[in-house]
């Protein structure tokens, strides 16, 4: 071998070596970068919280509301829509279009797909954006699950992995997909998230997630990549798209024939939003039992979810009580009309109807709107006069115009609303004819605040100041036709209040039963006493000024109101079985004048009348009558400053136990008692529904059991009753 041969076959080797060198140096980096990666990864994955820090699958779904035949009423809102569906109810062709287009080795990695994740990065890289990603189902199920950080992050993906890993070993695949489609995120519609493909069935499609069909299946499969980009209404072009993307991948992947896939392309999107996720059937009373809750339980539970709420309404009583409104006053310029009906052995509420379109006004006019009265007010004189002893039937006072100057609350005429009086009448005969006069002259003598504690204690819960004008339903604020069905069913139950109810039972999730109301009865009229008003209220349905509302039954009873200037016009009447109350106006304003709806003035033994027997005449509410109590009334005559004698000075059919030896009768002793030194001038002048303000003399209001101390500088509202 030449020298130079050896010269060359050194500089060979001499880079031979240096290569070498190089190789092994590089080897040893990039095993020492490979080491410290994965040194680095494993003490990511490390400090990862363990899966006993997941929270656990959300299986309740929204608070649930059902009407007492067990129809559901609707769904209460929430940010979120939820619907959980066992996996076994989720039709095949949504399972398998949720792997094909999701996860399409579903059912042969452990949890992490590294084939995908690699596929998946080709694409991406190819494309120059995001078009596929890597995350498994199972990844993506315990990112729901387990994370809190939206950030995508190597550290959160690392994450991820291992928990995933962690998770397919402990759950069955079938498990795993039941639990992702019903956590995942399919879009948000009115600003409620549908969460799982049972909500997002019924927010899209309005039909339950079992009766999908493959096209429908495949749009919702192809939802939780993008929520928002692929939201059908929002996008329906993308949303599209993304769906027949969807099908292509089930027919490569053998879950469906090309053939079926091609056909369900065809079709559009075919979505049915008009019933709406959240829509609610009987939406005023929905809403009035969904505060009631939230005042029960808090916006927390109520809104979380989970909860199923028995309510007490029936719909068929119900839908017929808003035809009797519709019917009764059909155009649009027509008055409104409520009406509250209760079970009054029971404080149910069953029938709670407003005749206004909720779409345009959400105020609950049956249970929010308060409204003068009128004379189904005087329901609560007569209790009060028949409960101090009053006997109606021969006691007597003069049917004419008042012109009276008071003391306590000034001057204040009152008349009949024809100017037409009766001369001497009983109280039987002035509450057939619904005479102004000769019931502000016996609240005067029973006292008004006498009146005013014995509606209180009937149920009647606005304002009530304890003047004479509530007495013929002048009122400050006015009541509500909730209130009134109350203070009504009170009656009808023989003397015995109960809290009017809505919500029969509440389960929770778990099984607990709450019951946010209870009834709570307690007796607040006497037997005898409610007894005897129920006939004086029979006598003015059958020859008074309720004959209108009069079906044949002959357990019924009621009681008309008008208001002045013909404003309101209300009807309450009862049966043991069943109160209601209806009220008959115009919402936007209280100085609206009914004088001439379909060419007459209302009065409350017109409209408001008809819709009660139209109510109880459709509704086929079965007739039952009131037994007479056991316990015998105790009363006689009444003599007080405004009485009058018995026509022709004669003495009353039924005579007062009269005293012997110069002693005062049993009659002047009960009028003693009723009036017990009230001064009979404590009257409130009135004009329509305005107060006016008289104050009261020096030293007035010191004596007598309804003195009328406490009433302040003496305001006293108009608005009584018309007829």
């Not at 969460?195 to 927010?203: D, E």
């Not at 309804?706 to 003496?714: N, P, Q, T, V, Y």
Request: with cysteine.
């Amino acid at each position: 071998m030449t020298q130079r041969n050896r010269r060359r076959q050194r500089r060979r080797g001499g880079a031979g070596a240096k290569f070498l060198l190089v190789g092994l140096g590089v080897a040893a980096v990039l095993t020492a970068a490979v080491v410290g990666v994965a040194s680095w990864v494993l003490g990511v994955a490390a400090e990862a919280p363990s899966l006993a820090a997941c929270k656990p699958v959300e299986r309740r779904g929204n608070t649930v509301l059902y009407a007492a035949d067990g129809s559901r009423l609707g769904v209460v809102e929430s940010e979120e829509a939820r619907a959980p569906v066992p996996i076994g109810r989720i039709p095949k062709s949504l399972q398998h279009a949720t792997v094909a287009i999701e996860d399409q080795r579903f059912y042969e990695h452990g949890g992490v797909d590294p084939e995908g994740i690699l596929r998946a990065a080709l694409k991406n890289l190819e494309a120059g954006r995001t078009v596929e990603g890597g995350s498994t189902i199972a990844q993506q199920l315990v990112r729901n699950l387990c994370l809190s950080n939206p950030e995508r992050t190597l550290e959160r993906k690392i994450v991820e992995a291992k928990l995933a890993i962690e998770y397919s070993e402990r759950h069955s695949r079938r498990q795993i997909l039941g639990q992702y489609l019903n956590t995942a995120s399919y879009g948000t519609i009115d600003g409620a998230t549908a969460i799982g493909v049972g909500a997002a069935a019924k927010v899209y499609f309005s039909r339950p997630v079992r009766k999908l069909d493959l096209a429908q299946a495949a749009l919702l499969a192809g939802l939780p990549q993008a929520p928002s980009e692929y939201n059908p209404v929002l996008n329906p072009r993308g949303a599209r798209a993304r769906r027949d993307a969807v099908l292509a991948k089930m027919a490569k992947q053998g879950w469906i024939a090309p053939a079926r896939a091609r056909q369900a392309r065809r079709r559009g999107l075919e979505l049915d939003l008009g019933r709406g996720y959240f829509a609610k059937r009987q939406p005023y009373f929905f809403d009035y039992v969904e505060d009631r809750l939230l005042g029960a339980y808090g916006v927390n539970t109520v809104r979380r979810g989970g909860l199923r709420v028995y309510t007490t309404l029936r719909p068929h009583l119900q839908d017929v009580a808003l035809e009797a409104m519709r019917s009764t006053l059909p155009y649009s310029e027509d008055p409104a009309s409520a009406l509250v009906s209760i079970d009054p052995r029971s404080g149910r509420i069953e029938a709670m109807a407003t005749s206004t379109e909720y779409g345009r006004s959400k105020f609950n006019l049956a249970a929010q709107g308060h409204r003068q009265p009128g004379s189904t007010f005087k329901a609560f004189v007569l209790t009060t006069a028949i409960r101090q002893g009053i006997d109606p039937y021969s006691t007597y006072y003069d049917s004419k115009h008042l012109d009276l100057n008071l003391p306590r609350w000034g001057h204040w005429e009152v008349s009949t609303a024809d100017e037409g009086y009766l001369g001497r009448v009983n109280l039987q005969q002035a509450t057939v004819a619904s005479d102004n006069t000769v019931f502000a002259q016996l609240d005067l003598d029973v006292g008004p605040r006498a009146v005013r504690a014995t509606a209180r204690s009937m149920g009647i819960e606005s304002p009530l100041d304890g003047i004479p004008a509530e007495g013929i339903g002048g009122l400050r604020v006015g009541v509500s036709p909730l209130e009134m069905a109350d203070a009504y069913a009170t009656l009808a139950a023989g003397g015995v209040h109960r809290n009017p109810i809505a919500i029969r039972r509440v389960v929770f999730p778990g099984g607990r039963v709450g019951r946010p109301e209870r009834p709570e009865p307690r007796r607040v009229v006497a037997a005898p006493v409610a007894y005897q008003v129920w006939r004086l209220l029979h006598d003015n349905i059958v020859e008074g000024t309720g004959t209108a509302a009069y079906t044949g039954c002959p357990g019924q009873g009621g009681k008309t109101g008008t208001t002045d200037n013909f404003t309101d016009a209300w009807f309450g009447g009862i049966q043991p079985n069943l109160a209601t109350v209806v009220w008959v106006g115009y919402p936007q304003s209280n100085a609206i004048e009914m004088t001439s709806v379909h060419g007459q003035t209302v009065y409350g033994g017109t409209f408001p009348a008809e819709i009660w027997h139209s109510l109880y005449s459709g509704a086929e509410v079965p007739c039952e009558e009131f037994g007479e109590p056991k316990q015998q009334i105790s009363w006689a005559p009444f003599y007080g400053r405004y009485t009058a004698g018995a026509p022709g000075g004669g003495k009353s059919h039924l005579t007062a136990k009269e005293g012997q030896g110069g002693e005062e009768s049993e009659a002047e002793r009960l009028g003693k008692e009723a009036t017990g030194g009230y001064d009979p001038s404590a009257y409130a002048p009135g004009v329509g529904q305005e107060p006016t303000h008289v104050p009261p003399p020096p030293g007035y209001g010191s004596g007598g059991k309804d003195d009328g101390a406490g009433l302040g500088d003496g305001a006293a509202t108009g608005g009584a009753e018309a007829e």
